[in-house]
């Protein structure tokens, strides 16, 4: 089992910038690939963006490429997400997740997720 918890959403102006964190806990977080999804109200939830267990590999949807970074730091468990030049578009409930196998832009390929973090780009 592994447990994780977002952090790090909120409000913020458009063309602003947020780091999301995610920290893991329970069994070996560095051995699992590590997605960030959205779901803003009445739509499903998409990738973001992933990054395999050592880092070595990051993934991207188009509309976060060029904007948005993943990162992992696995000595403190924690894989975070920063976001820049945010859009009004992008506001969702972002959520993290992790798998051990399988493609990362598809949500039926992990086995945990957190609870969400909010993030609101205001016009």
């Known amino acids: 089992q592994v447990q994780l918890v977002e952090s790090g959403g909120g409000l913020v102006q458009a063309g602003g910038s947020l780091r999301l964190s995610c920290e893991a806990s329970?069994?070996?977080?560095?051995?699992?690939?590590t997605g960030w999804f959205r779901q803003a109200p009445g739509k499903e939830r998409e990738f973001v963006a992933g990054?395999?267990?050592?880092?070595?590999?990051?993934y991207y949807a188009d509309s976060a490429k060029g904007r948005f970074f993943i990162s992992r730091d696995n000595a403190k468990s924690t894989v975070y997400l920063q976001m820049n030049s945010l859009k009004p578009e992008d506001t969702a409930v972002y959520y993290c997740?992790?798998?051990?196998?399988?493609?990362?832009?598809?949500?039926?390929?992990?086995?945990?997720w957190g609870q969400g973090t909010q993030v609101t780009v205001s016009s």
């Open positions: 990054i395999s267990w050592s880092g070595g590999n990051t």
């Open positions: 329970g069994r070996t977080f560095s051995s699992y690939g």
């Open positions: 997740a992790v798998r051990r196998s399988g493609s990362y832009y598809y949500r039926t390929m992990y086995d945990y």
